[in-house]
Nanobody, 122 residues
């Protein structure tokens, strides 16, 4: 399974960006999809997550500014980021949770994308 992110870039404080993530490959069941971010010297942290049924979860720091969505038919997830702040600067990674059938049993796996840089200037 391959996960590819796009949409990062440089934006001024207060601006908006939309990140996209698409998964491809051998997926028998698509489960949760999440966006995480990482800055140098810190651990990767959850930004937003959306379950297979559409339930969403956000980091407190982005609530009310970011919106995660998904299209199950296209194996894609989007992160709409509004009112961006310099502290949102990070590499953003998409994580896709999925299941594959092995000998009539579903095995849960996950895969990360390569990351996309988001830089917010003050």
């Amino acid at each position: 399974v391959q996960v590819v992110e796009s949409g990062g870039g440089l934006v001024q404080s207060g601006g908006s960006l939309t990140l996209s993530c698409v998964a491809s490959g051998n997926i028998d069941r698509l489960n949760g999809m999440g966006w995480y971010r990482q800055v140098p010297g810190k651990e990767r942290a959850l930004v937003a997550h959306i379950g297979s049924g559409g339930t969403t979860n956000y980091a407190d720091s982005v609530k009310g500014r970011f919106t995660i969505s998904r299209d199950n038919t296209k194996y894609t997830a989007h992160l709409q980021m509004n009112s961006l702040k310099p502290e949102d600067t990070a590499i953003y990674y998409c994580n896709v949770e999925f299941s594959i059938a092995i000998i009539e049993r579903l095995v849960d796996l996950s895969e990360w994308g390569q990351g996309t840089q988001v830089t917010v200037s003050s």
